[in-house]
């Protein structure tokens, strides 16, 4: 297994003079040239995307016929956000590869995130052949969005170096990766990967247990779980759920998670007055906790609820929409200028 060599305190822009090591297994996450993606959708997409940005040469495959024009349109789509947060230096979209096979895209990899449907058998079978094709030693990430590493490593020949990395949509906007392995997954390989990804310019939440879900994904079901509850029985339309997040607490979230805002509750009394004052409410029933049954009519319902909600807007046009906006929150947060320090 890798160990990590965390030679620079600070994250670092992968430099493209430096002489590649001819040692995957060696390679340290400041050293890292070369990342393989495999899955090309729309997290595969926009971690080739990211990747590209930050000045790695990228190898892609995806099975999908068409997989490589679809790669190359979302990586243009994506390019001029990347480009007015700031290219790393020597940072191109030409140092992409789509490769004809799974085996070349990783032959010469120093690290694989794979992001292929969200399917058990599929990212068991992946990530063991995965495992066969990419050199010893180096890191393999799944981008599974709550399948535990220790099920999806089963078939494996070295589980020891696959870890989870959970990214959010798009990877190359949102900074948040939460990384965890899985039980045959050895500690290293975790650090190491954890380490990568901030080198990298992420924002990196490690795990050492695996928790159904990981974290984030755990706090956004359960807000998902209420706002499906509603609809399904009409208390809500699509159109309020939306607004009562962006124009109220979704615009405290950007700023403070759920935990410091809510210590703003309690007044000068901070968390210690919120929890005496607004605790017993934590019993009434605000939540129903399980899942509502996703039948036809709540799946038509939410389908047409989002198309009225987009007014015409095309997906590309939305997408440019969020883009717009997460940069200017990232901005306006502070974000930007503590990324452009540490570079
Ligand atoms: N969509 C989202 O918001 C997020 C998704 N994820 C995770 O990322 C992974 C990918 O999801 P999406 O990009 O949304 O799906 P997607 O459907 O957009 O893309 C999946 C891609 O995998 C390709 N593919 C199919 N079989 C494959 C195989 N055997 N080997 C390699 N590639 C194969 C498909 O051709 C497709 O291009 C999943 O594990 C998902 O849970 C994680 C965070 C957010
Ligand atoms: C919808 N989703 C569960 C696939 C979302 C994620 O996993 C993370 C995100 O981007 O919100």
């Known amino acids: 297994m890798t160990s990590p060599e965390t030679t620079s305190p600070e994250p670092a822009s992968p430099r493209t003079t430096s002489p590649k090591t001819t040692s995957p297994e060696l390679t340290a996450p400041e050293n890292v040239r070369r990342v393989a993606c495999v899955g090309a959708g729309v997290i595969g997409g926009g971690w080739v995307a990211h990747f590209l940005a930050r000045g790695y040469d990228v ?41 004809d096979t799974l085996e070349q895209a990783v032959a010469e990899a120093e690290f694989v995130q794979e992001s292929a449907p969200e399917k058990l058998d599929l990212k068991r079978d992946l990530l063991a052949r995965l495992d066969s094709a990419t050199p010893p030693g180096v890191v393999i990430a799944s981008s599974t969005s709550g399948y535990p590493m220790t099920d999806m490593q089963t078939t494996a020949a070295d589980p020891s170096r696959l870890v989870v990395g959970h990214p959010f949509n798009p990877p190359y906007l949102i900074p948040l990766v939460e990384v965890v392995g899985g039980e045959r997954t050895d500690a290293t390989a975790v ?35 209420e ?36 210590a703003l509750a309690g007044g000068e009394g901070g968390m210690a007055h919120m929890l005496d004052h607004f605790g017993p409410s934590l019993k009434s029933p605000w939540t129903r906790l399980e899942a509502p049954e996703l039948d036809k009519e709540l799946y038509d319902a939410v389908v047409a609820g989002c198309d009225e909600a987009a007014d015409g807007r095309s997906i590309a046009d939305l997408v440019t929409e969020r883009d717009r906006g997460v940069i200017e929150v990232l901005r306006a947060t502070g974000r930007l200028d503590r990324e452009e320090d540490s570079r």
């Open 59 to 99: 190898t892609a495959w995806d099975p999908a016929p068409d997989a490589g024009r679809k790669l190359r349109r979302l990586v243009d789509a994506a390019w001029p956000a990347l480009t007015s947060l700031g290219l790393a230096e020597g940072a191109s979209a030409d140092r992409l590869t789509v490769t």
């Open 191 to 225: 650090a190491w990967a954890a380490r990568f990804y901030e080198v990298a310019g992420k924002s990196v939440i490690t795990m050492d247990n695996e928790v159904p879900g990981f974290i984030a994904n755990r706090l956004q079901e359960a807000l998902w779980r």
């Open 227 to 262: 706002a499906l509850h509603m609809v399904a029985s009409g208390e809500a339309t699509v159109r309020d759920i939306d607004l009562s997040i962006t124009e109220g607490p979704g615009l405290r979230w950007a700023v403070m998670g759920p935990m410091l805002t809510f």
